[in-house]
Nanobody
Framework: QVQLVESGGGLVQSGGSLRLSCAAS????????MGWYRQAPGKEREFVANVRNGGVTDYAVSVKGRFTISRDTIKNTVYLQMNSLKPEDTAVYYC???????????????WGQGTLVTVSS
């Protein structure tokens, strides 16, 4: 069974920083894209950032220049460094990855359980 486990959320003041981590574990053959999404109270889940298998990154306009996504392919882990945090960044942050399973074709879309980030004004 494959799973993603996030860590690093918490409470921070406006202008502060946090670093989220997400580790993939289980029977993994390969990992395609890894990324982060977030869902604020009363809102739909939205894209935050993504890093492709080759290292190319994409960011939502709202976080570009403040957040940095990176991945460690040896540890099957993706990180999200969040700087200059704003109250509107408050949300549950979810890790997402396309994971290839041994003896199976294609990639499975796997989600983590989420980690809460709260930014106080």
């Amino acid at each position: 069974q494959v799973q993603l486990v996030e860590s690093g959320g918490g409470l921070v003041q406006s202008g502060g920083s946090l670093r989220l981590s997400c580790a993939a574990s289980g029977s993994i053959f390969s990992i395609n894209d890894m990324g982060w999404y977030r869902q604020a109270p009363g809102k739909e889940r939205e894209f935050v950032a993504n890093v492709r298998n080759g290292g190319v990154t994409d960011y939502a306009v709202s976080v570009k220049g403040r957040f940095t996504i990176s991945r460690d392919t040896i540890k099957n882990t993706v990180y999200l460094q969040m700087n200059s945090l704003k109250p509107e960044d408050t949300a549950v942050y979810y890790c997402n990855a396309g994971i290839g399973i041994p003896h199976s074709s294609g990639y499975r879309d796997i989600w983590g359980q989420g980690t809460l980030v709260t930014v106080s004004s």
